[in-house]
Antibody
Framework: EVQLVESGGGLVKPGESLRLSCAAS????????MNWVRQAPGRGLEWVSS????????YYVDSAKGRFTISRDNAKNSLYLQMNSLRADDTAVYYC????????????????????WGRGTLVTVSS | DIQMTQSPSSLSASVGDTVTITCRAS??????LNWYQQKPEKAPKLLIF???FLQSGVPSRFSGSGSGTDFTLTISSLQPEDFATYYC??????????FGQGTKLEIK
């Protein structure tokens, strides 16, 4: 079965760290760029970080720069998010999401979209 | 960063109705626009990519259109399982992959 399964969430105090994992199965993980997306309670979706298939390109939302580190182990079919110096506003469900793409117009950039999502893992930052 | 604005923020409709949700980008994004559906306590699900391409397995009552800055998601003949929150997302100028704020579709 093609799926993504997140783990590693929990309750931590402000300033503490947490490492999220996302286990991929049913597809060739090493062929895909991957992302983390979060959703605070009662709020919308917020993209957090991206990593390319070969780890050549890594990006973060401004609020995560310097605190979060995305990584992957293609041999283990796994994606990670190391979160340090956690704050109350990091409280959210964290989803991992696979990126697929289509080239609609020849020679144009691909259209990227998130076609596979995990169920999410809840991170709560509270004293 | 490109801002995505959806309207309305919430919407009430009845089974069998046709509804339209609008997404506007703060600058032109060509057709680099995706739509997702999210039900309570569930992960988002891709419906439409590249503005108008229907994801495999998604019912044909869902359709997307638009280009440039203005996009629409249309759901024809609403079914009970369609009541959910819908998000648009731009993938033109990334990062970040900006989402709209969401449109909650409720049963009237």
């Amino acid at each position: 079965e093609v799926q993504l399964v997140e783990s590693g969430g929990g309750l931590v105090k402000p300033g503490e760290s947490l490492r999220l994992s996302c286990a991929a199965s049913g597809f060739t993980f090493s062929n895909y760029n991957m992302n983390w997306v979060r959703q605070a309670p009662g709020r919308g979706l917020e993209w957090v970080s991206s990593i390319s298939s070969s780890r050549s390109y890594i990006y973060y939302v401004d609020s995560a720069k310097g605190r979060f580190t995305i990584s992957r182990d293609n041999a283990k079919n796994s994606l990670y998010l190391q979160m340090n110096s956690l704050r109350a506003d990091d409280t959210a469900v964290y989803y991992c999401a696979r990126v697929s793409d289509i080239v609609v117009v020849p020679a144009a950039r691909p259209n990227w979209y998130f076609d596979l999502w995990g169920r999410g893992t809840l991170v709560t930052v509270s004293s | 960063d490109i801002q995505m604005t959806q309207s309305p923020s919430s919407l009430s409709a009845s089974v069998g109705d046709t509804v339209t949700i609008t997404c506007r980008a703060s600058q032109t994004i060509s057709n680099y626009l995706n739509w997702y559906q999210q039900k309570p306590e569930k992960a988002p699900k891709l419906l439409i990519f590249a503005a108008s391409f229907l994801q495999s397995g998604v019912p044909s009552r869902f359709s997307g259109s638009g280009s440039g800055t203005d996009f629409t998601l249309t759901i024809s003949s609403l079914q009970p399982e369609d009541f959910a929150t819908y998000y648009c997302q731009q993938s033109y100028n990334t990062p970040p992959y900006t989402f709209g704020q969401g449109t909650k579709l409720e049963i009237k």
